[in-house]
């Protein structure tokens, strides 16, 4: 989805990205990643952010984060979240 960011105006937001194939993870990752950039130039976004799930995140140097930076992608923040209750 495309979104305003106050510091990098439009960007394309992909939101708990996931690449999965029995064979090879990666090819999809990076099948995914220039699909990624080309709608991010179509739509005229300026960047491209990227939410992924906490098991890759933790991995230092794990597969996909690789790719992402092979691809030019780099780590500018860290996305929190906290869970509330429900109301009673």
Known sequence: MTVHDL???PVLFADHLCAMDI????SVARALLRA???IAEQQGCYAIH???PQS???EAGGWITNIF???GHCVRGLQMC???AAAS
């Open 7 to 9: 510091q990098h105006g």
């Open 56 to 58: 890759d995140v933790r």
């Open 82 to 84: 906290k869970l509330v």
């Open 36 to 38: 990624m950039e080309r």
């Open 23 to 26: 064979m090879d993870q990666s």
């Open 69 to 71: 930076h092979e691809r």
């Open 50 to 52: 990227t939410s992924l």
